[in-house]
């Protein structure tokens, strides 16, 4: 489904990473400080090196000649970088690090052009966990103290002034993600106004015109919330609601589902990403990333594909929505390190970061055949999610009542890995300091 076609070694731990919004550019943010913008080579296809007229054209994955380049490297911030994001329009690259400040750079040359102090909370210095760009003049800071900040930035990233333009406290804990609510309010600039963040074992959702609106908390007082995704429009055989949904995270390997339609009530329903080894709780899923329907792992009219980083370095892959809630492939970052950076650039590569490394992931030819499978209902095995009431339900096919489930998948993702892996070979040169 996915093979890794290259890894990008880190002179320190990953904190951040971001991907820019229109150009092939990944940018990290370490533990040591530093910032790095690596450009990846395009999948384009190009003339394989003669120039003549009738050469023929190959992909730089054909090839083997894509060269990662790093466009920039600088030490951005005295203690560690939180957190990442561009701008809109792509061209600004802000961060914020626990040294208090927020910066924003040139995306090509890493020029610092504005910075900002991050206001204290009372007299200790408040660190930032996360920071998103809402339009291109303003972006929200997210911190420690769960502080969630609204900044005004006019005149090519310049701070209009140092104080945040509002300020809202959504949770009591640190907020661990923050996620846009689509569709839901919109200003008369038509920019969203509904947000919904994560923090301990609280969801909240707050309208920059109103307030925090929603505070709810988990059943569970030992599930902490990490992530979010905004997933859209998802039918409904196996969810109550047909509707637009968002997914939360967890610490013990689950994804709650809240439905757009109740408001995002209470009414809670769950996918197992990872059950653990006694089935009483799996690794957490430190992040989350919608796959572009553009990639055509599932039938977009009826299902959705969802990647999720967790722990323990591993990458699953989950099929959500109509036929059945299923694993689709699980990959392997990291055998020690959390997967804590993933998502997809425009060209369509997974660019997953944890620990001291990045690694590229390109899409294989072997995905349909597997799809073709599933979807005439040629495998057998489990489908395990939880309903409403948290008590887990099993739906086995007829066909499969003895059949261990997992290692009938496992043997499905080794098929694609011998001696018919599609010839899609690593990038093999580097440029510049890591």
């Not at 339009?135 to 945040?164: C, G, I, M």
């Not at 996918?271 to 329907?293: Q, R």
């Not at 009431?389 to 499969?400: K, L, N, V, W, Y």
Request: charged share 25%.
């Amino acid at each position: 489904m996915f093979d890794n076609v290259c890894s990008i070694p880190l002179s320190s731990d990953l904190v951040a990473q971001v991907i820019h919004p229109t150009n092939a550019l990944v940018t990290v943010g370490l533990a040591s400080g530093h910032v790095s913008a690596f450009r990846l080579p395009s999948t384009t296809y190009l003339n394989n090196g003669s120039g003549a007229a009738g050469s023929s054209k190959k992909s730089t994955s054909e090839t083997g000649y894509g060269t990662i380049e790093t466009a920039w490297r600088t030490k951005r911030h005295k203690g560690s970088c939180r957190s990442l994001v561009y701008s809109h329009d792509g061209t600004v690259l802000f961060s914020a690090g626990t040294d208090g400040l927020v910066k924003a750079a040139d995306t090509e040359t890493g020029q610092v052009v504005s910075k900002i102090a991050i206001p204290w909370n009372g007299e200790k210095q408040d660190h930032p966990s996360l920071i998103h760009s809402l339009s291109p003049e303003s972006f929200l800071l997210a911190t420690d103290s769960s502080n969630l900040h609204l900044y005004d930035v006019r005149d090519n990233s310049t701070f209009t002034t140092r104080s945040p333009r509002q300020t809202h406290r959504p949770h009591w804990d640190y907020i661990s993600s923050l996620t846009e609510l689509p569709h839901i309010a919109q200003s008369y600039e038509g920019n969203n106004n509904h947000f919904l963040t994560t923090g301990g074992t609280t969801y909240s959702i707050t309208d920059f015109r109103m307030g925090v609106i929603v505070k709810m908390a988990t059943n569970n007082d030992e599930e902490e919330l990490l992530s979010s995704v905004w997933v859209g429009k998802l039918r409904g055989k196996h969810f109550q609601q047909a509707g637009e949904k968002i997914f939360l995270g967890s610490s013990t390997g689950l994804l709650t589902m809240w439905e757009k339609a109740t408001q995002y009530d209470p009414e809670e329903e769950y996918v197992v990403v990872d059950k653990g080894m006694d089935g009483n709780g799996g690794e957490s899923l430190e992040c989350l990333a919608m796959v572009p329907d553009e990639l055509g792992l599932v039938d977009a009219e009826q299902n959705k594909a969802l990647a999720c980083g967790l722990g323990d370095g591993r990458i699953k892959l989950m099929q959500l929505g109509w036929l059945k809630n299923r694993e689709m492939v699980e990959l392997r970052h990291d055998d020690v390190e959390p997967v804590f950076g993933i998502g997809f650039e425009r060209q369509g590569r997974m660019i997953t970061g944890g620990g001291k490394i990045v690694k590229i992931w390109q899409k294989t030819d072997d995905d349909k055949q597997e799809e073709n499978e599933v979807d005439g209902h040629e495998e057998t095995g489990d489908s395990v999610e939880y309903g409403t009431d948290g008590i887990e339900s099993t739906r086995m096919d007829s066909s499969s009542e003895e059949e261990e489930p997992k290692p009938k998948r496992r043997k499905k993702r080794k098929r694609g890995k011998g001696n018919e892996r599609p010839d899609i070979r690593p990038i093999v040169e580097f440029k510049g300091k890591f």
